[in-house]
C-alpha cells in the first residue's frame, strides 16, 4: 500500500513559472525523500531531507518538512522543459535496519514551452 | 562509474510461464532493493537484501515470487506460474548500507503477460 499521497496528482505550467508539489505521509520518518522519474526510466533521487531538518536547498530545488502534519512541500523555481517528468516522495521509516522506501502516488508535472 | 543495470529492458511471457529478471546493483553497495510498479503509480516494495542475506520480503504479493542474491551482488527476482496481474514494471535499486542514503535505481523490467 502506498504510504503518502502528493497533491496535485498532475500540474501544467508555462516555463519559467515555479511548481509546488505536496506530499502527506501516515508514520514516523527517518527521513523523506523526493525522486524523479522519466517517462519509461527509473527514478533519479534528487533530494533528501531528514525528520530534525524543516527546509533544505538544492539548486532550483527547495524542500520543506513539517513533522507535526506529516507533510513535505517540493518547489522547483524557474521550471524548464525538462523538468517534465513524474515526481514521488518517499518516506524512510524510523525502523534502523530496514531501509526500505514506501513512495507516494505521484505528481505528474508537465512544463508547457 | 557505471549505475544500476536491469535486464531485460522489456519482458513478454504467458500466462503460466516462470520468469526471471535480473538486477546488478552499483558496485559496493550492500542494500539491494526491489520494487513493483503499476503503471500510473508509484513504486511499491516487494524485497530488501543486505548483501546475501534478505532481511524483509514481506512485500512479496505470492509464493510465487522468489528472489536471491547469492553471493551479495547481483540479484535475480524469479516469478513462477505468471498471472495477467503480474504485469507491471519490476524496479531494482541499490545503496550503501548507511544511514540515510538516497537509492540509485535501474531504468526496470516491464513484464507483460498475455
Known amino acids: 500500500s502506498q504510504q503518502g499521497e502528493e497533491d496535485p496528482q498532475a500540474l501544467s505550467i508555462q516555463e519559467g513559472e515555479n511548481a509546488t508539489m505536496n506530499c502527506s505521509y501516515k508514520t514516523s520518518i527517518n527521513n523523506l525523500q523526493w525522486y524523479r522519474q522519466n517517462s519509461g526510466r527509473g527514478l533519479v533521487h534528487l533530494i533528501l531531507i531528514r525528520s530534525n531538518e524543516r527546509e533544505k536547498h538544492s539548486g532550483r530545488l527547495r524542500v520543506t518538512l513539517d513533522t507535526s502534519k506529516k507533510s513535505s512541500s517540493l518547489l522547483i523555481t524557474a521550471s524548464r522543459a525538462a523538468d517534465t517528468a513524474s515526481y514521488f516522495c518517499a518516506t524512510d521509516p524510523f525502523n534502523f535496519g530496514n531501509e526500505k522506501l514506501t513512495f507516494g502516488t505521484g505528481t505528474r508535472l508537465t512544463i508547457i514551452p | 562509474g557505471a549505475g544500476v543495470s536491469q535486464s531485460p529492458r522489456y519482458k513478454v511471457a504467458k500466462r503460466g510461464q516462470d520468469v526471471a529478471l535480473r538486477c546488478d546493483p552499483i558496485?559496493?553497495?550492500?542494500?539491494l532493493f526491489w520494487y513493483q510498479q503499476a503503471l500510473g503509480q508509484g513504486p511499491e516494495f516487494l524485497t530488501y537484501?543486505?548483501?546475501?542475506?534478505?532481511?524483509?520480503k514481506s512485500g512479496l504479493p505470492s509464493d510465487r515470487f522468489f528472489a536471491e542474491r547469492p553471493e551479495g551482488s547481483v540479484s535475480t527476482l524469479k516469478i513462477q506460474r505468471t498471472q495477467q496481474e503480474d504485469s507491471a514494471v519490476y524496479l531494482c535499486?541499490?545503496?550503501?548500507?548507511?544511514?540515510?542514503?538516497?537509492?540509485?535505481f535501474g531504468d526496470g523490467t516491464r513484464l507483460s503477460i498475455l
Open positions: 535499486a541499490s545503496s550503501l548500507q548507511v544511514f540515510d542514503q538516497p537509492q540509485h
Open positions: 537484501f543486505q548483501n546475501e542475506a534478505q532481511l524483509d
Open positions: 558496485s559496493g553497495h550492500v542494500s
